[in-house]
């Protein structure tokens, strides 16, 4: 190979370096971007899990007294028909 064919070959790899040194930026860009995004969506779902627990534990307590005023009404019954 001659010096000038170096040469150019040299600037090709540059040219080439610098495309890929920017594609590494931007990866890193995205990767940063991803976790943000991951941090979030986790906040979000340990929201969403605490407001699921109090709406199933605020249900329980309906059916709980669902099922009391129930029985108070069946025994007052028994006790009418008596």
Same mark, same amino acid.
């Given at each position: 190979?001659?010096?000038?064919? *170096?040469?150019?070959?040299? #600037?090709?790899? !540059?040219? !080439? *370096? %610098? %495309?890929?040194?920017?594609? /590494? =930026? /931007?990866?890193?860009?995205?990767? #940063? #971007?991803?976790?943000?995004?991951? =941090? =979030?969506?986790?906040? +979000?779902? &340990? &929201?969403?899990?605490?407001?699921?627990?109090? &709406? @199933? &534990?605020?249900?329980?307590?309906?059916? +709980?007294?669902?099922?009391?005023?129930?029985?108070? %009404?069946?025994?007052?019954? %028994?006790?009418? @028909?008596?």
């Amino acid at each position: 190979m001659t010096i000038a064919e *170096l040469e150019a070959q040299r #600037e090709v790899l !540059k040219a !080439k *370096l %610098v %495309v890929l040194e920017r594609d /590494l =930026e /931007l990866a890193q860009k995205r990767l #940063e #971007e991803n976790k943000r995004k991951i =941090e =979030e969506l986790d906040k +979000n779902r &340990a &929201a969403i899990n605490r407001t699921l627990q109090r &709406a @199933s &534990a605020i249900t329980n307590e309906h059916i +709980n007294h669902a099922i009391t005023h129930e029985m108070a %009404v069946k025994n007052l019954q %028994v006790r009418i @028909s008596a």
